[in-house]
């Protein structure tokens, strides 16, 4: 049996397992539960073989496949060749399969006895979306189709993927973000179709989400931080909507992130919680619509291959089924307590998820607005940089502030006393980071505005980190916040306080950029196996001391008429030097410079934010959860029944 | 109906209905501003043609001009200041460009290109950001066919 042959039989038993598991899931409920178990796990099995398949064909340059034909090359490294199975549309759905198959093992492996009740019909969402996604392996986006004849070498993956090592994580990352939205969604709509949302539920939604939460972070982060090192321009977003549509199930899944803590500790939301995570879902199907269908290319372009429409159809019917589940079963989610104050911790929490939840619409609208004007009168635009700015900065600013403020305030009812008490202090911090601020000749008041909120954030996160030696209920959130915090200062101050100069340099000529001095020494070629580099070398001082030596560069792929430059960063914890080139000739070089302060931090922020997400997932046996008043806790209810700590009044 | 609404059930009734109208009014001025915002930042794709033909309504507006740089039509700005001038054409016009900043690489007679800037009433159009066509991909139009102007500027700021 030839590879190709092999890997579609595979394929063709996913889809098989997958579709008995769904049928048998919703049809035979907790009696069938142990051969739905089974059938999930063959899923995982098969898509896992499927790939190893792949892999092992792109390894061995194995042209006969169509994929390897397509991106394999035998002149591109190793680790360019494992990694080809991402760069391209047919192995980067394969590679979503394999996510989803091993998510869904995993998730039925390890959720809570507790559970078993919901599990069929997650179970069963989870392997309906398997069925899906193995058909369009099967099918549209078939990487496993016989070459004949088998041609000696291929044109290796798109360079751009090869020009940077970062292409190597931000793809699997994003993949496993957006994949685990569909565990998550399985559990909802578990909850729905039960109509009973209990701790045990909730704590499984709010775990995988949480996870699907931190690798999107994750995600995001490495996307912009590779449009920063690879593209040239000196910024880190630019609000396209590849970049858009990862972000918005992000704003989602943060919404019901915090709509879970308030169902935990005031039994209300229930119904907006399952909303919120069954719109991340959907918004993570949109986005690979958007980012895989080439839609965005033109509106009529994206017909040509089957990949588009299929994917739209099954945007629309999740769509559909969740809106009529949502309708008949909403109110089946039965709320236990309500909400007495509004100015309390779970106000604040309301007031954070309306705020996201119009941040979603905001870009959702930016971004598919050109979409519906083409498809209606073949006029071709874009909506511009400003739109998104003049929206998202007034709305993130906002939330910021509540970051602050509603981690001071007391959940339930508050008498005036105490919560002049609890908002009061934090002031301190806001001036303080503000007068820091403007010190250092920050003079843009949207931004001042930021370190004033963020400072006084930063004051009530610390105080909330200090306490955690007496509880570490809460833990990971604050190290989000903190994360969160600092990012949203360093996106502020980077973005108004970017110096940049366009500079054309004859040799041992210099120019100056605060405080830089950067002269070009020359240009040399380099060779490497798959690519040729014209290298500009750029020497960088700082008052009369050598810095470093930065080398932008134009890299010529074999396969390309054009070069693609490299920009290259000198980076510090107060700011980065950033110099890109626009062209090299012997003895003259146009250089782009950008001097950017507390870049790096975003990055940092990020991966705290992350380590925060990872402390609140994990089941700490020092997090012991306050007794829970009232709560009934049966015996056998096992780990998975912590959750109960949500019961628990203050 | 029920009968026998109890006071506490009516006041949930008002706060809920109020509070469904308070979202509704929200939701409406949202879509108001959200609308003049894309408004007031749409990026439109135009060739020369396009560009002649809206006449009076080109000024001002934020465009992504696209088309070839016309032989023979670059030029350079004199020692130590950066920037270019050129010809952008389609099939149909001519439009004079004058863009800041270093030209890339690859800029020369012939290549498609997508300026984004303003139309001036001085008759030429200023351009802060200059791209040239940059994918193996793309292949150039055909003579007398227009450019196909989203599929380049997409193979360009992919490439970028």
Redesign the interface.
């Known amino acids: 049996m030839t590879t190709a042959a092999l890997g579609r039989l595979l394929i063709l038993c996913a889809l098989l397992v997958s579709a008995a598991g769904a049928v048998s899931g919703f049809a035979s409920g907790a009696n069938g539960l142990r051969w739905t178990r089974r059938l999930a796990y063959a899923f995982g099995a098969f898509m896992l073989l499927a790939t190893l398949v792949m892999e092992r064909a792109l390894l061995t340059h194995d042209f006969s496949v169509s994929y390897v034909a397509h991106v394999g090359s035998r002149q591109v490294p190793v680790w360019v060749t494992i990694v080809s199975l991402w760069s391209s549309l047919e192995g980067s759905i394969l590679f979503w399969g394999l996510v989803l198959g091993l998510f869904i093992a995993a998730a039925t492996r390890f959720a809570s006895r507790a559970n078993d009740e919901s599990m069929p019909y997650a179970i069963g969402t989870w392997l309906a979306c398997g069925s899906f996604f193995s058909f369009l392996i099967a099918g549209p986006a078939n990487p496993f189709q016989t070459v004949s004849p088998v041609p000696l070498d291929g044109p290796g993956p798109n360079p751009?993927l090869q020009n940077h090592v970062l292409m190597v994580a931000h793809p699997p990352m994003l993949y496993l973000g957006y994949v685990g939205m569909t565990i998550s969604f399985g559990f909802a709509v578990a909850a729905l179709l039960r109509g009973h949302l209990g701790p045990a539920l909730l704590r499984a939604i709010r775990n995988s989400l949480m996870l699907s939460w931190i690798f999107l972070s994750i995600a995001i982060m490495l996307g912009g931080w590779w449009a920063y090192e690879v593209?040239?321009?000196g910024g880190y977003w630019a609000w396209?909507p590849v970049e858009n549509a990862s972000l918005l199930p992000w704003l989602t899944a943060t919404a019901a992130l915090h709509s879970i803590v308030v169902v935990q500790r005031r039994g209300v939301l229930k119904g907006w919680t399952a909303t919120l995570v069954l719109g991340s879902f959907l918004l993570t199907i949109l986005g690979t619509f958007m980012t895989r269908s080439g839609v965005?290319?033109?509106v009529h372009?994206f017909t040509q291959s089957a990949i588009g429409p299929t994917i739209l159809v099954f945007l629309a019917a999740v769509l559909i089924g969740s809106v009529t589940l949502l309708a008949l079963r909403i109110d089946a989610l039965e709320n236990e307590g309500r909400i007495d104050a509004p100015v309390s911790r779970e106000g604040t929490f309301l007031v954070n998820n309306l705020l996201l939840v119009?941040l979603t619409?905001?870009v959702l609208?930016?971004t598919v607005?050109p979409l519906v004007v083409e498809a209606v009168n073949g006029?071709?635009?874009?909506?511009?940089?400003?739109?998104f700015d003049?929206?998202v900065v007034p709305a993130g600013i906002a939330l910021l502030f509540l970051l602050g403020v509603g981690p001071a305030l007391p959940w339930g009812a508050a008498t005036r006393e105490q919560i002049r008490r609890a908002l009061l202090p934090p002031l301190g911090g806001a001036f303080v980071l503000a007068a820091i601020g403007i010190a250092f000749g920050v003079r843009n008041a949207w931004t001042i505005l930021t370190l004033a909120c963020g400072g006084y954030a930063l004051q009530v996160t610390a105080v909330q980190l200090a306490r955690l030696r007496r509880s570490r209920r809460g833990a990971g959130a604050h190290v989000i916040h903190l994360g969160v915090v600092i990012a949203m200062i360093a996106i502020a101050v980077s973005s108004t306080m970017r110096v940049q100069s366009?500079?054309?340099l004859q040799t041992n000529q210099t120019a100056a950029i605060s405080g830089y001095q950067v002269t070009f020494l020359g240009s040399e070629e380099r060779s490497e196996p798959h690519r040729a580099s014209t290298v500009a070398r750029v020497r960088v001082t700082k008052d009369g001391r050598d810095v470093t030596t930065l080398e932008p560069r134009?890299n010529h792929y074999e396969?390309?008429?054009?070069?693609?430059?490299t920009p290259d960063v000198y980076s510090t914890l107060a700011g980065d030097l950033y110099v890109s080139?626009?062209?090299?000739e012997q003895n003259r070089a146009?250089?782009?410079l950008i001097v950017t302060p507390l870049v790096s931090w975003i990055w940092i922020a990020v991966l705290l934010m992350a380590m925060g997400g990872v402390i609140a997932v994990v089941p700490w046996p020092l997090t012991r959860p306050l007794a829970p008043l009232g709560a009934t806790l049966s015996p056998q209810a096992g780990r998975g029944e912590i959750a109960t700590e949500g019961l628990a009044t203050r | 109906m029920k009968p026998n609404l109890s006071a506490t059930d009516v006041m949930r009734r008002r706060t809920r209905r109020f509070v469904m109208l308070a979202l509704a009014v929200a939701a409406l001025a949202f879509l108001a501003i959200a609308a003049g915002g894309i408004n007031d930042n749409l990026v439109y794709y135009w060739t020369p043609t396009d560009l002649r033909a809206a006449g009076n309504k080109a000024y001002g507006a934020t465009i992504r001009l696209g088309g070839m740089v016309k032989a023979g039509s670059i030029r350079h700005a004199t020692a130590g200041t950066t920037g270019v001038e050129f010809d952008v054409k389609d099939a149909g016009a001519v439009v004079h460009v004058k863009s800041s900043g270093v030209p890339p690489q690859m800029f020369r007679d012939g290549i498609g290109v997508v300026v984004e800037g303003t139309m001036t009433r001085g008759g030429s159009f200023e351009s802060h950001r200059l791209m040239v066509s940059h994918n193996n991909e793309y292949k150039a139009p055909k003579p007398g066919h227009p450019v196909d102007q989203k599929e380049m500027t997409k193979y360009i700021e992919e490439a970028r």
């Open positions: 751009l593209l040239g321009w396209d965005f290319n033109s372009s119009l619409f905001t609208i930016g607005f006029k071709q635009m874009s909506v511009g940089r400003p739109y003049s929206m366009e500079v054309v134009m396969m390309m008429r054009e070069p693609i430059g080139v626009a062209s090299i146009g250089l782009l």
